[in-house]
């Protein structure tokens, strides 16, 4: 399999889009633990390609398929009918010999949403949007068809379940019951199509545009998942960046507003689920596989007593979740 980022890579990179090899500009792009990503640029062309990685950038060993990143691509089909127009990128190519994908770039201006929070800019408007698009395929969700091409659990298994439900338990293993549970409710509560990462990271902001992007963790499984995956993301930064818990709190309450308003009624049983996962997503962030990198050792004592109460105590829901721990002054 070709390296994307070995200089045999260019020449071929260029082949496939269809331009001179001596006009192509790649730039590495972030790509997190299990990618590589690049922006390539000729003159009339600007898009990302990626290709997963067998093995993880991370200090333990981790391991997956590349083969995960066709279901990206599936993903980035399924979801282009169903959401509004730049919601997701366009798909440009897909190739199965060395597992690779091209996609349009977004906007030269768009940012991670997670750069944006860090920063302090703390849009409730982008939280909303955000919760809009995920209500908008659990509507949409067509159910029998995607419980096909989406059924297989591996990927989700080796990215998600293990490194963090299994692999935190063997830290905790008086709550090896507990996330015993939470692998279950994944197993057994497939009722929708599942991002998998539904992270900050891996939403775009441009303006008012939001752009969702790295489906590589797709299935057809629990929407609670990603839906405490999000709400959790918001509830560590109110930890990092206690001055403004409110703004945070605003933003989660946003975000289940948008996507409880856009996935209709049938799904109110969706917050207290999902508040089910949070204490094993809170507690794996910070003795799993994939810890929170931007977290100091003090806050990190200061979140894991908290997490493990949330794993035996749910909160009923997001609003109360931030009331319980940073209630207003």
């Known amino acids: 399999m070709l390296d994307l980022t070995a200089p045999a890579a260019l020449p071929w990179l260029a082949g496939r ?51 995960r990143i066709h279901r990206e691509a599936a993903a980035l089909r399924a979801l282009q009918p169903l959401l509004p127009a730049g919601a997701v990128p366009q798909l440009i190519f897909e190739d199965f010999d060395h597992h690779v994908i091209a996609m349009e770039a977004a906007p030269a201006g768009a940012l991670p949403w997670k750069d944006r929070l860090l920063a302090g800019e703390i849009s409730s408007a982008t939280a909303f949007r955000t919760g809009a698009l995920h209500g908008a395929w659990l509507r949409h969700d067509p159910g029998s068809r995607w419980r096909e091409e989406f059924g297989e659990l591996a990927v989700f298994d080796d990215l998600r379940l293990d490194p963090y439900y299994r692999s935190t338990a063997k830290h905790h ?119 929170v990198e931007y977290l100091d050792e003090p806050t990190r004592n200061r979140i894991r007593p908290l997490a493990r109460d949330l794993l035996r105590n749910p909160a009923p829901s997001a609003e109360a979740l931030f009331a319980q721990y940073f209630p207003c002054p």
Request: hydrophobic share 50%; glycine share 8%; net charge neutral.
């Open 173 to 291: 293993p008086d709550l090896t019951d507990r996330f015993e549970a939470l692998i279950d409710m994944c197993v057994s509560r497939r009722i929708s199509l599942t991002h998998g990462d539904l992270s900050p990271k891996n939403i775009l902001v441009n303006g008012v545009q939001v752009i969702l992007i790295d489906f590589e963790v797709i299935h057809f499984g629990d929407p609670a998942f990603d839906a405490a995956f999000l709400t959790n993301h918001l509830f560590i930064k109110a930890f990092h960046m206690p001055a403004h818990a409110p703004a945070l709190a605003a933003a989660a309450r946003a975000y289940w507003t948008g996507l409880l308003e856009a996935a209709g009624p049938g799904w109110k049983w969706l917050p207290s689920a999902a508040m089910q996962h949070l204490g094993g997503l809170l507690l794996a962030r910070i003795d799993g596989k994939s810890p």
């Open 17 to 67: 889009l269809g331009v001179d090899p001596a006009a192509l500009r790649l730039t590495p792009l972030g790509g997190g633990v299990s990618n590589h990503v690049l922006l390539a640029e000729a003159p009339g062309l600007r898009c990302v390609v990626k290709q997963a990685l067998e093995r993880l950038r991370v200090a333990q060993e981790w391991l997956c398929t590349p083969t």
